[in-house]
């Protein structure tokens, strides 16, 4: 095998600026088209490579992808896999305390003016570490304004197209952030609050217009397989959801198996805690 296995190591990363550690699943495998390069794209967001001509260590990646393993992978500053082996876990590391009450059919919140909605955005935490994930990040924020302030929010999910992170060679094939819902001018609009890369509440185009580099408008979908089964089409997707869906694959569930989420896991927000900004509930 030409990548060295590796070690466990115990870094939740993401910044690629250099060689860096992540535990992660696999989510997909893309082996695009010929003389292209594969994607892996990991549970965590991020899109990395490896060498076609590594076909041991694709067929340790499909296998791991089919078992649903976790794996401590080593990626370098071009976002190739340099070194992976069997890693653990980090959601087994937190036990469950106690079950959450399930809440009301949702209903978001109607927040009665934009200073309303500056309020929430200032107000929010704003010291999440540099290495946290998105998911981790959004979770937090709207659990805690549930908790504190009785706001029911929302989520945005942004998703990348294979065609665009293959033409700009992106980073990530998905983002989210939380929505609050606003009375301005005598209509509700949809503000996202995105504290990590936004400088106040955002309107969609606005913040697509942040990750989205050829300013391509990003056609709202109501299903999870409206994104995934057009990899090719246009540079993004936008899909919106309630405040208890954690990660992509909950999209997925709610569509493939009815799995609507009304409820917050207690594992999931303790495991946002602690990755965004490193307390434990």
């Given amino acids: 095998m030409r990548i060295l296995m590796l070690l466990l190591l115990s870094s939740w990363c993401t910044t690629l600026l250099a ?3 992540v535990t992660t699943q696999i ?27 590594a076909t041991s260590d694709l067929e340790y990646l499909r296998e791991a992808q089919r078992n649903k393993k976790w794996l401590n992978i080593h990626i370098d500053n071009k976002r190739e896999i340099i070194g992976l082996g069997p890693g653990g876990s980090p959601i087994r590391e ?8 399930i809440e009301n059919e949702f209903q978001p919140s109607i927040l009665e003016n934009m200073g ?37 929010s929302s989520k945005v999910w942004l998703f990348f197209t294979r065609r665009y992170i293959r ?16 009375i301005d001018g005598g209509t509700v609009k949809e503000r996202i609050m995105d504290m990590k890369y936004a400088r106040g509440p955002a309107d969609l185009k606005r913040w697509t217009n942040i990750f989205i580099k050829d300013r391509s408008d990003c056609p709202v979908v109501e299903k999870y397989s409206e994104q995934a089964n057009h990899p090719e089409s246009g540079s993004c997707f936008v899909m919106k959801s309630s405040m208890y869906y954690y990660q992509p694959v909950d999209l997925e569930r709610l569509e493939l198996m009815k799995d609507v989420r009304t ?13 965004a900004f490193n307390e434990e509930l």
């Fill in 94 to 101: 937190i036990k469950r305390k106690r079950e959450m009450n």
């Fill in 27 to 53: 989510y997909d495998i893309d082996m695009g088209q010929v003389n292209e390069e594969p994607l892996i794209f990991l549970t965590n967001g991020q899109v990395v490579t490896i060498p076609v001509s």
């Fill in 19 to 21: 060689a860096t550690n």
């Fill in 167 to 182: 033409k700009y060679k992106f980073e990530w094939w998905f983002h989210v952030a939380p929505m609050v819902h606003v």
């Fill in 116 to 152: 309303m909605a500056s309020s929430f955005f200032k107000q929010a935490r704003s010291n999440a570490r540099n290495e946290s994930e998105c998911f981790n990040r959004a979770h937090a924020w709207a659990y805690e304004w549930r908790i504190k302030e009785n706001l029911y």
């Fill in 263 to 275: 409820r917050w896991d207690e594992v999931e927000v303790r495991k946002a805690f602690q990755d």
